[in-house]
C-alpha cells in the first residue's frame, strides 16, 4: 500500500511538501487528476499515479498543460472532483482554457496546483502566477509550509464548490521540495462518477453567453472577497504599531526574524494565505493600526500594489514598502538573513549579520556544472550532428528538456532556447531570414507537448531546416514520466495505446524522414548528412532509450570500457565528447568504471582504437 494511503487518523508523518499536497487531496476525496509533468511539481504527479494503481482515483499525464486543464475542467463540470497540476510556466500554455473556465466555472472542485520557481532552479523564467489570478479573476491560495500545503488543499476543494470556480493553488519551490511533519487526517472517498447537465447558456461560450458569465464571475469574485476576510489562511498576530504583510515562505522568515530582532511587542504580522482576491477589509483594518508598513514577498509587488491602493483609499499616509535596492528584490528566492536584515533596515533596527567564516587556507572547491549523464544518447547525437554539419554554417534552436544541457562546450548545441516546443516555429523563422544552415533539437515528450504544430506550420510554408527529435524513450528530465511515444508495456502497465513519432512526421508531410540509432556512431552521421543537405524539411529522429531509464528497467548494457596502452593522449574522447565518466590522472586520460555505461561512442571516435571494453575477472579471482 502506498504510504500516502495510509489510514490512520493523528499519526505523524514525514512527508516533501508535494507528497503533502497529494495527501491533502487525498483527503478532500479527489477522484479524478491530470498533469503535465513539470519541475518542481513533478512528485505530486508521481505519488497521485501510484495511488491511481490501488484505487479508483483516476489518474493521467496528459499531453500538455492545456489538456491537463481541459481534462480536469471537464471531469469537475460533470461534478467530479479534480485536480491539475503544473509548473509555473505550464500556466502559460494552460492560460487559453483557464481564462475561459473562470467565465463558465465548476459544478465539483477543481484546484489548479501551480508551482512557481523562484531562483529558476529549474525553469527558464520566474513568473509570478498571482497575476494570473488576478487576470483570471480566480481564487487563489499559498501555503507557508509543508503541513500547511496539505491542510490547505481540501480548504481549496471546499472553496471551489462554494463559489463554482477553480481555486489556483500557488506553491513555490522551497514548499514543494521542503520535507516537514504533517498530521495525517481522515482520508475521504472520491466520487469517480459524475453526470454532464446541457445548459448550453452556460457551458457555451459564444459572445451572448459569455458577456452574461462575465457578470456571474465578478459577483463570485466579489463573494471571494467576502469570504478571503474571514477567512482562517488569513491571520494577524501582535499588536505593535510596525506592519509587516507577508506570505508563503516569506512568513517563517518573517516569524523567525521578528524574534530574533526581539521586536516582537512593536510589531503586527498580516499573513496572507488566501492572496486573491485580496482581503480588503482585513488589510485596512490591518493598516489603521500601524505606523508603518513592510511588504515581504518573493517575486513581485503584487501585495505591496495592493496595500499602497487600499491605504490611498484609506487616506493614509503611513510610508508602505516592499521592493527597492535597499529593501527586498524581485529576484530569485528570499532567505531568513536577507528578510533580517530588509526588517531591521526599514524599522531602523541595529543589525549585526553573522561573519562570514574565513576560508582561504581551504582549497577552491572546483566548477561542476550541469552536463548530460554518462552514456546520454542525447551526446551521441549531438556529436553525430556537429560531424555531419562540418563545412555549414550553422545554428542549433534547441528546446526544454536534459538536451538542454547540450549548449555547453564542447557540445555547444543550442543556440536559441526559449520555451517548449519553441526549436521547432524558431526554425521557421531562422530558415527563411538567414541563409545559414539551421538544424532544430526537440525531446520526445516535448515533441508531443508543443512541436507538432510548428513542423506542421514549416511544412506548409516550405521552410528549410533539419528537426531533431531526440527519442529516449521517456520524459527524463522531471523524472521518467510517461509520453504518448513511451512503451508502457516496459512498465508493466496494460490499457494504454502508443502513438509512432516516425508515423505522426510522415503523416505530416514531411519529405525527407530517418530514424537512426546514435550509438552507431559512423551510420548516424552520413544519416544526418543526407538530412542536412535535404532541401526542405527534414526530420532525424535518434532513437536510444535514457540510460538511466534502461538503467531502472534492467536493460542497461553491463559492460564498461578502459584506456589500453595503445592511448597516445590525443584526448579526442575528452574534447570532442567531455563525458563525466572521464577523468584525468597524471595527465593521462582515464575512465571511471563506475560511472561507464558501457555506449560505446568514445571507442568509436578514438584515432588509436585506444578504447576498449574491459574484461572481466572470472569468479572468484581476486581484484
Not at 195 to 211: E, G, I, L, Q, T
Not at 351 to 373: G, N, V
Not at 599 to 610: D, F, G, L, R, S
Request: neutral net charge; proline residues 6%; charged residues 20%.
Amino acid at each position: 500500500m502506498h504510504r500516502l494511503l495510509t489510514d490512520e487518523p493523528g499519526r505523524k508523518m514525514l512527508l516533501l511538501g508535494n507528497d503533502a499536497i497529494a495527501r491533502g487531496a487525498m483527503e478532500a476525496g479527489l477522484a479524478f487528476a491530470s498533469t503535465y509533468p513539470g519541475t518542481p511539481s513533478s512528485e505530486i504527479s508521481a505519488s497521485l499515479f501510484q495511488i491511481s494503481r490501488e484505487t479508483d482515483l483516476y489518474f493521467e499525464y496528459s499531453t500538455n498543460e492545456k489538456v491537463a486543464l481541459e481534462v480536469s475542467a471537464a471531469a469537475a463540470s460533470a461534478g467530479v472532483r479534480a485536480m491539475c497540476m503544473m509548473k509555473h510556466v505550464g500556466l502559460n500554455v494552460a492560460s487559453d482554457v483557464l481564462m475561459t473556465l473562470a467565465y463558465i466555472g465548476v459544478k465539483a472542485g477543481m484546484v489548479i496546483v501551480v508551482a512557481d520557481d523562484p531562483f529558476m532552479f529549474s525553469s527558464q523564467n520566474e513568473q509570478d502566477t498571482r497575476y494570473y489570478a488576478k487576470l483570471a479573476g480566480l481564487p487563489m491560495v499559498e501555503p507557508s509550509s509543508v503541513e500547511e500545503a496539505k491542510e490547505m488543499v481540501p480548504y481549496a476543494f471546499d472553496l471551489s464548490e462554494t463559489l463554482g470556480e477553480p481555486v489556483i493553488f500557488r506553491t513555490t519551490t522551497r514548499i514543494n521540495h521542503s520535507n516537514g511533519v504533517i498530521t495525517l487526517g481522515h482520508l475521504k472517498p472520491g466520487t469517480p462518477k459524475g453526470d454532464f447537465k446541457k445548459d448550453p447558456f452556460r457551458y457555451v461560450c459564444v459572445p451572448a453567453v459569455s458577456r452574461k458569465l462575465h457578470v456571474r464571475l465578478l459577483e463570485n469574485l466579489a463573494r471571494a472577497r467576502r469570504i478571503a476576510d474571514e477567512s482562517p489562511l488569513n491571520t494577524i498576530t501582535g499588536k505593535g504599531a510596525w506592519g509587516i504583510v507577508c506570505n508563503g515562505v516569506s512568513h517563517n522568515y518573517v516569524a523567525d526574524a521578528v524574534v530574533a530582532l526581539g521586536i516582537e511587542d512593536r510589531s503586527t504580522i498580516l499573513r496572507l494565505g488566501f492572496s486573491h482576491p485580496m482581503p480588503e477589509a482585513l488589510v485596512k483594518r490591518f493598516l489603521h493600526g500601524c505606523e508603518k508598513v513592510l511588504i515581504v514577498e518573493e517575486g513581485e509587488p503584487y501585495m505591496e500594489e495592493a496595500v499602497k491602493a487600499m491605504a490611498q483609499e484609506e487616506k493614509l499616509t503611513l510610508s508602505i514598502r516592499g521592493k527597492g535596492p535597499d529593501l527586498f528584490s524581485r529576484l530569485y528566492e528570499f532567505d531568513p538573513a536577507m528578510v533580517r536584515k530588509g526588517i531591521a533596515g526599514f524599522f531602523g533596527l541595529p543589525f549585526d549579520p553573522p561573519k562570514t567564516p574565513d576560508l582561504s587556507d581551504l582549497p577552491e572547491i572546483p566548477q561542476r556544472p550541469p552536463t548530460l549523464c554518462a552514456g546520454c544518447s542525447h551526446r551521441a547525437t549531438f556529436y553525430a550532428v556537429k560531424k555531419a554539419a562540418e563545412g555549414f554554417e550553422t545554428i542549433f534552436p534547441s528546446d526544454i528538456g536534459c538536451y538542454t544541457l547540450g549548449f555547453l562546450p564542447p557540445l555547444s548545441m543550442a543556440d536559441f532556447v526559449v520555451c517548449m516546443g519553441a526549436s521547432v516555429g524558431t526554425a521557421c523563422g531562422f530558415s527563411r531570414v538567414t541563409d545559414k544552415k539551421v538544424i532544430a533539437f526537440i525531446g520526445d515528450s516535448t515533441f508531443f507537448h508543443s512541436g507538432i504544430p510548428g513542423l506542421i506550420n514549416a511544412v506548409f510554408n516550405n521552410h528549410n531546416f533539419t528537426l531533431v527529435i531526440l527519442d529516449n524513450g521517456t520524459t527524463a528530465m522531471t523524472g521518467h514520466q510517461p509520453n504518448p511515444g513511451v512503451d508502457m508495456e516496459k512498465l508493466h502497465l496494460s490499457g494504454y495505446g502508443r502513438v509512432s513519432i516516425e508515423a505522426v512526421v510522415k503523416a505530416l508531410g514531411v519529405g525527407h524522414v530517418t530514424v537512426i540509432k546514435p550509438f552507431k556512431v559512423k551510420k548516424s552521421i552520413e544519416a544526418i548528412r543526407e538530412a542536412i543537405e535535404y532541401q526542405g524539411v527534414s526530420v532525424v529522429i535518434s532513437q536510444e532509450m535514457c540510460s538511466l531509464y534502461a538503467k531502472s528497467l534492467k536493460e542497461l548494457s553491463s559492460r564498461v570500457f578502459q584506456i589500453s596502452d595503445k592511448c597516445v593522449n590525443h584526448r579526442n574522447c575528452i574534447d570532442d565528447l567531455a563525458c563525466p565518466a572521464f577523468y584525468l590522472q597524471d595527465g593521462r586520460v582515464k575512465i571511471d568504471p563506475d560511472l561507464c555505461w558501457g555506449c560505446a561512442v568514445c571507442a568509436q571516435i578514438c584515432p588509436e582504437n585506444a578504447i576498449l571494453p574491459l574484461k572481466k575477472k572470472p569468479a572468484g579471482e581476486a581484484a
